[in-house]
């Protein structure tokens, strides 16, 4: 039975009429936009000289608590490139740290758990998350989320803001290594000696990033992206089993508002088909499958991406092909919002983002 659609406040800038025209939101509804839009997973962040000066003595999790820098970070790319969406600044483990697990991004390593989650009573300790809007713990530690997105939209007028949340898969994974790791050894070993361990844990992040997404939403977000970082380390039948419904829960917390849901996968190529059915209504491709391909894998879901980020070192002329490639190749799909097949590398020339764009605005 479909959910009922969540009547969003007139305020918001998807029922208010600023985004009627956004190329963004046609593109992800399967209708024609006034020019394929285009923006880049990790836009804002380290290859950007405004953004290293912003963050100049704070941590990266400070960054993403603070309002009106976290809102700052996420214009500066919509700034300067044209870009037509901002992605919220955040990272995928603040929904973590609101919550109350002690949990820290080491510069140079990534997030460290203090307390690696490995079994039964270590998914019991977890903080109780609540419901949304309950006033509760949680509900109260999200609300410089919901203030850092009030103030990105007020500055953002016809471009829209896309929610981020890390997939339930990944979060799990460094909650079960307590640190990033190379092959996520510790949570695929989790799935299989203790399943009832791994489904409690993936039970408790998929409703982490659900709630996480429904409070950028709800604030004035107009689309949404749940990124699996590893999820393409599985085997599809792996995924399936325990991987895809974390993802399905995730998605539904926001399957009742008005806004498009795209799911992407690092190295997940291999997973489309299967990563299709957890309730996304547009579908992320890495740069490892031609979008055309991709379009007969996952037939009538508009697609995102997705653009080599090797080339973007190219030379330009060489640049400008492999776009050109793309958004013919992304044709093929009811919709295409074209984004690199995975994040701007921090050493990127900015020129060549902003070489793109024009390409993409001129082209597509």
């Known amino acids: 039975m479909p959910v009922p659609a ?37 836009q804002a962040g380290r290859s950007l000289p405004e953004y290293v000066e912003a963050r100049r003595g704070t941590s990266m999790l400070e960054a993403c608590l603070t309002p009106a820098l976290a809102a700052e970070i996420t214009l500066q790319p919509v700034r300067r490139y044209g870009v037509d969406a901002g992605i919220f600044f955040s990272d995928i483990v603040v929904p973590m740290k609101v919550a ?22 270590d998914v019991a300790a977890l903080p109780e998350l609540g419901e949304p809007g309950d006033g509760g713990a949680f509900d109260r530690g999200l609300e410089p989320i919901r203030e850092a997105v009030r103030l990105t939209v007020a500055e953002l007028g016809g471009t829209p803001l896309i929610g981020f949340a890390g997939a339930p898969f990944t979060l799990a994974a460094y909650m079960v290594d307590g640190r990033p790791s190379r092959d996520h050894l510790g949570a695929r070993r989790l799935m299989v000696e203790a399943p009832d361990v791994w489904d409690a844990l993936a039970d408790w992040t998929a409703r982490a990033a659900g709630l996480f997404l429904r409070a950028q939403v709800l604030a004035g977000a107009s689309a949404v992206q749940l990124f699996d970082s590893w999820a393409g380390s599985l085997a599809p039948a792996d995924y399936v089993a325990h991987c895809l419904p974390g993802s399905a829960a ?4 926001v399957a009742d508002l ?8 690092a190295h997940g190529s291999h997973l489309l088909r299967p990563m299709a059915e957890a309730g996304a209504t547009a579908m992320g491709v890495d740069y490892r499958l031609p979008l055309d391909e991709a379009a007969r894998i996952v037939p009538g879901l508009p697609l995102q991406g997705n653009i080599d980020p090797a080339r973007l070192a190219a030379p330009a002329d060489v640049l400008a092909r492999h776009v050109r490639d ?8 009811p919709g295409h919002v074209v984004n690199l097949g995975h994040g701007v590398p ?17 082209d597509g």
């Open 6 to 42: 969540t009547v969003l406040d007139p305020a918001h800038p998807a029922a208010d009429g600023r985004l009627a025209d956004a190329p963004l939101l046609a593109a992800l509804r399967g209708e024609p936009p006034a020019h394929r839009p285009v923006w880049f997973m990790r």
């Open 100 to 121: 109350g697990v002690a949990v820290e991004i080491a510069p140079g390593v990534g997030p460290v758990f203090a307390r690696p989650v490995r079994t039964l009573a």
């Open 250 to 253: 995730a998605l539904a917390a």
């Open 258 to 265: 008005p806004v498009p849901r795209i799911h992407f996968a």
């Open 326 to 333: 793309v958004l013919a190749r992304g044709a093929a799909a």
């Open 346 to 362: 921090p050493d990127t020339d900015p020129a060549a983002l902003q070489r793109i764009v024009d390409v993409v605005h001129a």
